[in-house]
């Protein structure tokens, strides 16, 4: 069993609310959200930080983007505007090591961030 969170929600090893899954990528609801909107896109493939990427991720890197817009127009945010958050390593605040793109919308949000 993996010692990754996100891997195990990736395995259904721990319940989340998935809002988007193919091959490639997977989406589901943050648990502490940040917005009225917070979701969660992960690749499947366990990536701990987004700097960890390599040249063969590059599907999966571009899948992302495209995936990401595709939550915003099926969750209403999509033209009001909404914000995609990617910590990466410790200063930046990222705790949960596997890579995740936090798209947050619903709410009015400043510039610049904390
Ligand atoms: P970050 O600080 O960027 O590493 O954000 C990690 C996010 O993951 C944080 O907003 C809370 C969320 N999270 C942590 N554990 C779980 C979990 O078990 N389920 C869900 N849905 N989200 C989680």
């Known amino acids: ?27 589901f609801r943050d648990i502490n959200p940040q917005a009225p909107v917070h979701i969660l896109v992960i690749p499947k493939k366990h990536v701990a930080r987004l700097a960890d990427l390599k040249e063969c991720d590059q599907e999966v890197a571009g899948r992302i983007q495209l995936v990401i817009g595709e939550i915003a127009r099926q969750e209403g945010i999509a033209e009001d505007g909404f914000r995609v958050v990617v910590n990466n390593g410790v200063r930046a605040n990222q705790t949960v090591f596997h890579l995740h793109y936090h798209v947050l919308g619903g709410r009015d949000f400043s510039w610049p961030p904390g």
């Open 1 to 27: 069993m993996s010692d990754c969170i996100f891997c195990r929600i990736r395995d259904g090893e721990i319940p989340s609310d998935k809002v988007y899954e193919d091959d490639l990528v997977l989406a």
